[in-house]
């Protein structure tokens, strides 16, 4: 076990080294330059070079890139060059939305993938199987962006339950902050619960046919009780790998949500950047999504052990 | 010694707002607070250290002051200074300030502070994205706390209004630092929180110096998505969105009589840029030939939804000096055909067509392209991203055509600048520019800004499209806010519920 973690530690570590070099050499790639967006049309060379020395922004690339990631193994990300505070402070702004909602919307998806995915497997040809397969399908065919918009008009604007939009805070406490979110999770929800539905029934259905379900059986249980029993942890593994997946694509690509509910998460502060091109805050922020995407990964991996001992020894 | 108190440039008010009678719905309650919509977040709240627009649609009036204003009619009023004093020849302003006067801090604001800010603004390593404004100060000085004199090296008629724009305000050298981030100025609100991507909120200043605001507090709410700014308007979260990025949901606006919808207009030239030193371009004829190929109205309807009026030349409709010379380029494809004939590109002509992001270029672009192509100019259109848009287009100058709104007031100057985007290079112009800046007699300057806007029409430097608009949308109750936009401010000043 203790080998296991080390391996997965250091694949970890190698795998954000690669990545923090390709994010620096793409963003320097990218043309634009952040002064001269900053001072607009009118700007004289004169400011637009005392700009550019102030943000550093001149110096040779493997230079910068060393300083940078100097900076992040100090827990320094550095200062945005538009906003002009410090980066690590607006990631963590922006992640008291961002991780909240990707857990909520996370959550939901589980709330409801399990079940139906469970009941589709046990219904298996039924009506309801069939008309759940259709629902899931549409599910995933339904652009979310437009299924955000629905919600919107019907729960906000005309029956008034809960706000259009914009989140207040967690200071007013955890009620008005929960209300403000569920939207925007219901509508990153649905598609992400809908594939999950149909992975969980197709795992479900082939742990069905296993043996050892025929020997649950054999011995008594009922066929739910097998399910429950010897079948649902065995379903899991392709579960979870799609789950991890989905975490780190609510975390990351919620841009098109948050925009629809004005919400300013993680993936709005990106697309702002990019456009502004304030590129220690794209940097700094696609880092914490690789970190992110990495960790969730490697932590599906050591709950594969849990779930099924036999992956412990590989 | 002329004794000025005011006006510069006064304007008459385009008055096409589109008011609504009706009873409002509205909660019967006095309301102290006001949340005001804006399509784009200010990077920092520095207006003196970066040219957005949203900076000054936060702090311009609100937060800071300058020694003048702009008022919504675009003239120039006194600010913090009182009243101003010329020499006989015209290079000595001697500025009085008010008595009194103390930052958001409660340092007080006095003539040091006026040069502090001057000085810092005009010096070698200013940031200040509008450092022309400053360039014929030769000196300033602190004759005594509310005594300010500054010495020009040249006669400048423009310079009290110069002295009125957002990037020429006082800050304090205790402060400055600060500005970006949380700014301490004079104005009538003080800064209080900024919740960054999402909001900033103001609250009312109880030591202001001047008559005291109506808003307890105010908060800039920042929403970009067109659809997003209608559900919030829709829902209440936003009192009045000026800029309202969604022109085409504001008929459902006009008929709720919950809101208003305010139409004003801009200082914003949105004009065809022209590539004077690419090689078909460089030919007065085929400049011309695309003007008459242009039909305005056509691109304001498809691509404004009606909004906008049309120009002739590079100078805002509203100005009194402005000159009507839309007839000159009409519209007439025929016209056109015989000009490109007559060049030698009876034959077809392509040319690139760049554009940036924002609506008036990326729809209007595509009804450009048409009407060229009726008339045998094909264009390869390129999407660019603002940063792009200023490297290739702005900086590299790698390009035929583009559309920009070119939204500074008083900015047909930039026709004098040889090296400047569109490469119009014409020595006449850049005598009569000169002689503009040494001019401070009105009628003359008029005269002036009349020859210089005829000239560069009749050289077709670009195309000239139409004044940029700005429709808003307002809670009907809300009353106070600007309906032109002379400079760009959200001026909350007189802001108050009925």
Known sequence: ?314 | MRRIFALQFPTRTLAASLMLAGASLGMAQAQTSATIGMQLEPPHLDPTAGAAAAIDEVVYANVFEGLTRYRSDGSVAPALAESWDISDDGLTYTFHLHAGVTFHDGSALNAEDVKFSLDRARAEDSTNAQKALFAGIEAVEAVDDTTVKVTLSAPDGAFVTKMAWGDAVILAPESVEQAATAPVGSGPFKFDRWVRGDRVELVRNPDYWGDAVALESATFKFISDPNAAFAAVMAGDIDAFPGYPAPETLAAFEADPRFDVVVGSTEGETILSTNNKAEALSDVRVREAIAHAINRQEIIDGAMFGFGTPIGTHFAPHNPDYVDLTGQSNYDPERSKELLKAAGYENGLTLTLKLPPPSYARRGGEIVAAQLRAVGIETEISNLEWAQWLEQVFRGKDFDLTIVSHTEPMDINIYARPGYYFQYDKAEFQDLMKALDVEADPAKRSALLKQAQKMIADDYVNGYLFQLARAGVVNAKLKGLWQNAPTQANDLTAVHWQ
Not at chain 1, 105 to 119: C, H, S
Not at chain 1, 251 to 274: D, M, P, T
Not at chain 1, 295 to 309: F, I, K, M, S
């Open chain 1, 1 to 314: 076990m203790l080998a296991f973690l080390t391996a997965r530690l250091l694949t970890m570590i190698a795998s954000l080294l690669v990545a923090s070099l390709v994010i620096f050499i793409m963003l320097d790639l990218v043309p634009g330059d952040p002064a001269s967006l900053m001072l607009g049309l009118n700007a004289t060379p004169e400011a637009l070079a005392a700009l550019r020395e102030q943000l550093g922004l001149d110096g040779p690339w493997p230079q910068r890139y060393l300083a940078w990631i100097a900076g992040l193994l100090r827990g320094d990300f550095g200062l945005s060059y538009t906003y002009r505070v410090p980066v690590s402070g607006l990631i963590i702004e922006r992640l008291a939305i961002s991780l909240p909602l990707a857990l909520y919307a996370l959550g939901l998806t589980v709330v409801i993938a399990f079940p139906v995915g469970m009941i589709a497997a046990a219904t298996r040809r039924s009506w309801g199987d069939v008309s759940i397969m259709g629902l899931t399908q549409l599910g995933i065919a339904m652009p979310n962006f437009w299924f955000a918009i629905q919600l919107q008009v019907l729960f906000a604007l005309v029956l008034r339950w809960l706000p259009a939009g914009s989140f207040p805070g967690w200071q007013d406490g955890l009620w008005p902050a929960l209300t403000a979110l569920t939207l925007p999770a219901i509508a990153l929800a649905l598609p992400q619960a809908s594939i999950l539905a149909r992975v969980m029934r197709s795992s479900v259905l082939e742990t069905l046919h296993q043996d050892y379900m025929r020997s649950a059986r054999a011995k008594g249980l009922s066929a739910a009780g097998a399910l429950v029993k010897h079948g649902l942890r065995n379903a899991l593994i392709p579960v979870l790998t799609i789950l991890g997946l989905q975490f780190a694509f609510l975390l990351a690509g919620a841009i098109i949500i948050e925009n629809v509910f004005y919400l300013s998460g993680l993936g709005n502060l990106v697309f702002k950047a990019i456009s502004q091109r304030d590129l220690i805050v794209v940097r700094s922020c696609v880092m914490v999504l690789v970190f992110a995407v990495i960790a969730v990964n490697t932590l599906v991996d050591l709950t594969y052990g849990l779930v099924d001992p036999r992956l412990r020894k590989h």
